[in-house]
């Protein structure tokens, strides 16, 4: 039985790659940059840092042809629903369990970004809201969380999943199929590099996705009180509340 990709399926790759190619840009100006490059970096510095992952994210699911099939409705409404579930999957992949901080090749690899950060944010839900992150972690396997395709690929099953305020029944099957090609062409991948032990990774993806559905339910207080607003962009706001 082979596990070859056919032209569709490598073309659907192709495509998936042109959306994300974005993501990793040297960053070249701006408020985000200087909180990138503070030593002791705050709560609003983190807002400001989190703000070009967002933008880069949003810029990422206007590149699909699937996600401009929806109505602006629909759009919106899974940018909503699925923001703060793409951001932590790209954590995920940033993440250096060396030196517990999230790198990345958006700014000199001396700038990072300490996972103690956590410490500074809101009492009620701080240490539990780390904890589940570092779980979420354990439960990608390395070989996953090193491939940056089949992690654009999940981040595309986050995004195309049933969200509150999607009510055009249009939207909604698109979503569901979305959802579906996207998670079969995730396994036809994961096949064509692993073969019959792929399976092993069938169980593995629902767990870490119902993981992620309880962090974003829980995370949008945790910067409650701790954030300079004036001083934070606007977009992260809207996932995190602030005052
Ligand atoms: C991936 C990102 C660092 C690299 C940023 C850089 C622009 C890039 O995308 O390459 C880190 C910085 C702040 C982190 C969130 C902080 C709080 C969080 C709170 C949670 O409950 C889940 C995880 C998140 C969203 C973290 C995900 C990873 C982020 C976006």
């Keep these: 039985l082979s596990y070859q990709l056919n032209t569709a399926e490598l073309r659907a790759l192709d495509n ?25 970096k ?5 807002m400001n840092i989190m703000d070009i992952t967002m933008r880069r994210l949003v810029k990422m699911a206007k590149k699909l042809p699937a996600f401009n099939e929806l109505s ?14 793409m951001l932590t999957v790209r954590g995920v ?4 369990s060396a030196s517990n901080s999230w790198k990345t090749p958006v700014v000199p690899s ?14 009620d839900c701080k240490d539990i809201q ?28 986050v995004l195309f999943s049933q969200r509150e305020n999607v009510n055009s029944p249009s939207d909604r099957m698109l979503i569901d199929k979305h959802n579906r090609d996207y998670s079969t062409l995730l396994f036809r991948y994961l096949e064509s590099l692993y073969g019959e032990d792929a399976r092993k990774f ?21 910067f409650m ?6 001083e934070a962009e606007p977009l992260p706001r809207e996932f995190f509340k602030t005052d």
């Design 16 to 40: 998936v790659r042109e959306a994300f190619s974005g993501m990793d840009e040297p960053l070249d100006s701006g408020r985000q940059r200087d909180s990138f490059m503070k030593t002791e």
């Design 42 to 46: 705050s709560p609003t510095d983190i």
């Design 72 to 85: 602006n409705e629909g759009k919106f409404a899974l940018l909503k629903g699925g923001m703060v579930e």
């Design 93 to 96: 992949t940033r993440f250096d």
């Design 110 to 123: 001396q700038y990072t970004v300490p996972v103690s950060m956590f410490d500074q944010l809101n009492t």
């Design 130 to 157: 780390k904890n589940r992150f570092m779980q979420f972690v354990g439960a990608l396997n390395e070989e996953l969380r090193k491939n940056e395709l089949a992690i654009s690929l999940i981040m595309l099953i």
């Design 202 to 222: 069938q169980e593995v993806l629902p767990r870490a996705l119902g993981l992620l559905h309880v962090i974003s339910d829980h995370s949008i207080t945790l």
């Design 225 to 230: 009180g701790t954030v300079k607003t004036e």
